[in-house]
């Protein structure tokens, strides 16, 4: 193969017409992606195109997917180290071509070692301005929201990065459908009051205020991910939450217990199955709570609570919780959304919703959103 020997490199910062998507620091020397969906997009006019990435892990590779013109062309992951991958080569050079960069695989709270960055391009021609989308959404969820389980046979059951997909998601579904930009802040196993397993630090709003702010471990300070969020530059029309998932499944696992402190923490059931009412009322008011907390960063955006794809246990203190905000606040713009469940013929990797199951909600979804963007 010869060289190409027109290609170009040039730094993200020395880009004019480039396009980033999802929250970041704003940095753009080398630009860190944290969450599921980010993404960076060009529209490129030439015939090859380079990214020079920079990756770590210490047990959880992160993985991207490209996108040209609206269409997955490529999903592959990414080892350590620091190197150069090819987007395309040998197409045609006076065409235009949309190109988005996008991380597959959700922030992993669980490995303070996994960064995934963005260093330069190589490229044989020129960049053009990428067009602002009408609509904004952002979505906040668990593992459901990180696409977990739409990769994957069925019998598939190992807990790694490959069967996580930020493209065959209802969040890329449901923005595609209404051609709108979106972001996704995500955790699988999170909740709105605990995670699945009862641990009370796992829950989305203590973090919702922080760039990245549920990873751990002295190189993401470094890199940005504790600072706080912009919202002043980018606001959504939309916030759509789809936590309770796992908030319900605490109730079936056994107590948590601080290993430093000795603390335990429980969801309890009566001896009838049933909620205990104490418990059920403090995820009633951390629904309330986070309700409050989006709107106080959101001041215009319409709050949907979705929630649904795997049951609904937690559907009527969802209702419980949402209503009792409406009344104390008397905010207008909130509603919830029940989304469609997962069945046998739709299931994914993991016991978890598939493909199928995605495509089904996003159509829902956007459905129900598209009323409401109307009104924007």
Same mark, same amino acid.
């Given at each position: 193969m010869q060289p190409n020997k027109n290609l170009k490199q040039q730094g993200l910062s020395d880009i004019e017409h480039l396009k980033v998507h999802g929250r970041t620091t704003g940095s753009l020397s080398p630009l860190t992606l944290f969450w599921t969906g980010s993404a960076v997009e060009f529209n490129a006019r030439g015939s090859e195109l380079w990214i020079e990435f920079e990756v770590d892990y210490e047990v959880y590779e992160p993985w991207i997917g490209i996108v040209i013109n609206g269409a997955a062309v490529s999903r592959q992951m990414l080892v350590a180290g620091r190197y150069w991958v090819c987007v395309f080569r040998g197409m045609n050079p006076d065409a235009v071509k949309n190109v988005r960069i996008v991380k597959e695989l959700q922030a992993m709270s669980g490995d303070p070692g996994c960064t995934l960055q963005i260093h330069a391009v190589k490229f044989d021609g020129e960049f053009l301005p990428v067009e602002d989308k009408p609509y904004k959404l952002e979505f906040i969820g668990d593992s459901i929201t990180s696409g977990e389980g739409t990769v994957g046979a069925k019998a598939e059951e190992d807990w790694i990065p490959m069967w996580f997909s930020a493209l065959d998601n209802y969040t890329a579904m449901t923005a595609d459908a209404l051609n709108a930009e979106y972001r996704v802040i995500s955790q699988s196993g999170w909740g709105v009051l605990t995670g699945w397993d009862n641990n009370p630090n796992c829950n989305l709003p203590d973090h919702y205020e922080q760039v990245c702010g549920l990873l751990a471990g002295p190189k993401n300070e470094a890199l940005g991910a504790f600072q706080a969020n912009d919202f002043d530059a980018w606001q959504p029309d939309a916030v759509i939450i789809n936590l309770g998932t796992n908030d319900g499944g605490a109730f079936q696992s056994p107590e948590w217990r601080d290993a430093v402190t000795g603390e335990t923490r429980k969801q309890r059931l009566l001896e009838d199955g049933t909620y205990h009412e104490e418990d059920l009322k403090s995820f009633e008011q951390a629904v309330s709570g986070f309700l409050a907390k989006l709107r106080t960063y959101n001041k215009q955006a319409h709050l949907v609570w979705a929630y649904g794809m795997l049951g609904i246990p937690m559907l009527p203190a969802i209702y419980?919780?949402?209503?009792?905000?409406?009344?104390?606040?008397?905010? !207008?713009?909130?509603? %919830?959304?029940?989304?469609?469940?997962? $069945?046998?013929? $739709? %299931?994914?990797? *993991?016991?978890?919703?598939?493909?199928?199951?995605?495509? !089904?909600?996003? !159509?829902?979804?956007?459905?129900?959103?598209?009323?409401?963007? *109307?009104?924007?």
């Open positions: 419980r919780g949402v209503d009792a905000y409406v009344r104390e606040t008397g905010d !207008k713009r909130v509603s %919830v959304f029940q989304l469609p469940n997962m $069945t046998e013929e $739709t %299931v994914g990797s *993991r016991s978890h919703p598939g493909v199928e199951a995605h495509h !089904k909600a996003a !159509k829902e979804l956007s459905g129900y959103l598209q009323e409401i963007l *109307r009104q924007v």
